[in-house]
């Protein structure tokens, strides 16, 4: 109970105030989006910087990290893809969507805050890791996927290769600009040259780590006031059930007993793996105009949900440490 109230109050109290102030019309989604924007490409990027900058000890990680987790994100999206077929409603263009609310974690808004807070700067170590492939991985699956059930259906004209090249490509793109990646980079590059920062440069970094995790969280909470829970609850809460619940037991297992990754790690991506869906699923729909407001419930009830199954599952770590 005390990890719940000292790690978990804190982490969805910022949400809930987001929340609140969204509802409010203290903030509208034009300032959300200005939040978001300084969040992605100064905040975070200001935070894993100065992690990176201390130096990572490398030769200590294992890769079992990223076997297991991407291994259950593999294991599950395929569960995930059979339960759409217990939905009639759930088409075959919509099918790989639905799947990837159950593999998606919010490892950024919620995931580094709430890891920061639990198992210090040390511990976004490992999450770096998945961090540093997650869309490049997930997203052109699905993509590649949405574009070749609409295509079966007669909504896609576009070659074969077209199909699969471009989401690859693109990805390939948006992964090199991308500033949290960029700010792994640079940050490994200075710890490798042996730099010292300037005071200045210092200082500043160390303000923006600090104003991440609450900002990020904030967002958070003023994103989630525009969802719902809308109409056929049952396919939110069967992927919710599998993001909350098979995701982090199959990455434990695979983790833990098939790749010998260290205990501190296991939990860290255990931890990751429980996270609710990550709005960059809701934001993939809205892109293909598909599975849309039924993705916005499913995020809005994970979210909810989690406060419970990360307070369970945080306990169960931190005390076994």
């Given at each position: 109970?005390?990890?719940?109230?000292?790690?978990?109050?804190p982490?969805?109290?910022?949400v809930?105030?987001?929340?609140?102030?969204?509802?409010?019309?203290?903030?509208?989604?034009a300032?959300?989006?200005?939040?978001?924007?300084?969040?992605?490409?100064?905040?975070?990027?200001?935070l894993?910087f100065?992690?990176?900058?201390?130096?990572?000890?490398?030769?200590t990680?294992?890769?079992?990290?990223?076997?297991?987790?991407?291994?259950?994100?593999?294991?599950v999206?395929?569960?995930?893809?059979?339960?759409?077929?217990l939905?009639?409603?759930v088409?075959?263009?919509?099918?790989?969507?639905?799947?990837?609310?159950?593999?998606?974690?919010?490892?950024?808004?919620?995931?580094?805050?709430?890891?920061?807070?639990?198992?210090?700067?040390?511990?976004l170590?490992?999450?770096?890791?998945?961090?540093?492939?997650?869309?490049?991985?997930?997203?052109?699956?699905?993509?590649?996927?949405?574009?070749?059930?609409?295509?079966?259906a007669?909504?896609?004209?576009?070659?074969?290769?077209?199909?699969?090249?471009?989401?690859?490509?693109?990805?390939?793109?948006?992964?090199?600009?991308?500033?949290?990646?960029i700010?792994?980079?640079?940050?490994?590059?200075?710890?490798?040259?042996?730099?010292?920062?300037?005071r200045?440069i210092?200082?500043?970094?160390?303000?923006?780590?600090?104003?991440?995790?609450?900002?990020?969280?904030?967002?958070?909470?003023?994103?989630?006031?525009?969802?719902?829970?809308?109409?056929?609850?049952?396919?939110a809460?069967?992927?919710?059930?599998?993001?909350?619940?098979?995701?982090?037991?199959?990455?434990?297992?695979?983790?833990?007993?098939?790749?010998?990754?260290?205990?501190?790690?296991?939990a860290?991506i255990?931890?990751?793996?429980?996270?609710?869906?990550?709005?960059?699923?809701?934001?993939?729909?809205?892109?293909?105009?598909?599975?849309?407001?039924?993705?916005?419930?499913?995020?809005l009830?994970?979210?909810?949900?989690?406060?419970?199954?990360?307070s369970?599952?945080?306990t169960?770590?931190?005390a076994?440490?």
């Amino acid at each position: 109970m005390n990890i719940a109230i000292t790690i978990i109050l804190p982490v969805f109290a910022m949400v809930v105030a987001g929340y609140w102030a969204a509802r409010r019309g203290l903030i509208t989604q034009a300032g959300v989006g200005g939040l978001t924007a300084f969040i992605y490409y100064v905040a975070m990027p200001a935070l894993l910087f100065r992690s990176m900058a201390q130096g990572i000890p490398w030769g200590t990680l294992n890769p079992g990290i990223l076997y297991a987790y991407y291994g259950g994100c593999f294991l599950v999206f395929l569960a995930a893809w059979a339960a759409g077929r217990l939905f009639p409603a759930v088409t075959d263009s919509e099918r790989p969507i639905m799947a990837m609310g159950a593999i998606y974690s919010n490892l950024g808004l919620i995931g580094i805050p709430l890891i920061l807070m639990g198992f210090g700067e040390q511990g976004l170590i490992p999450l770096m890791m998945v961090i540093s492939i997650h869309a490049l991985i997930l997203v052109p699956i699905v993509t590649i996927l949405v574009e070749l059930t609409a295509s079966e259906a007669g909504g896609n004209e576009r070659s074969g290769r077209a199909r699969w090249i471009d989401p690859i490509r693109s990805s390939l793109r948006a992964t090199a600009r991308n500033p949290l990646i960029i700010a792994l980079i640079a940050g490994e590059v200075v710890a490798l040259s042996g730099i010292t920062l300037p005071r200045p440069i210092d200082t500043v970094t160390a303000m923006l780590r600090d104003a991440a995790a609450p900002a990020a969280l904030f967002t958070l909470g003023a994103t989630l006031a525009g969802f719902h829970l809308g109409k056929r609850i049952a396919e939110a809460a069967v992927i919710s059930g599998l993001k909350l619940a098979a995701l982090p037991a199959v990455v434990w297992v695979l983790a833990d007993r098939v790749f010998g990754v260290p205990p501190e790690h296991v939990a860290i991506i255990t931890i990751g793996a429980a996270l609710p869906i990550g709005i960059n699923v809701f934001l993939f729909a809205k892109q293909y105009d598909t599975y849309v407001i039924r993705m916005g419930t499913a995020t809005l009830l994970s979210t909810l949900i989690s406060a419970v199954t990360l307070s369970a599952l945080l306990t169960v770590f931190i005390a076994g440490q």
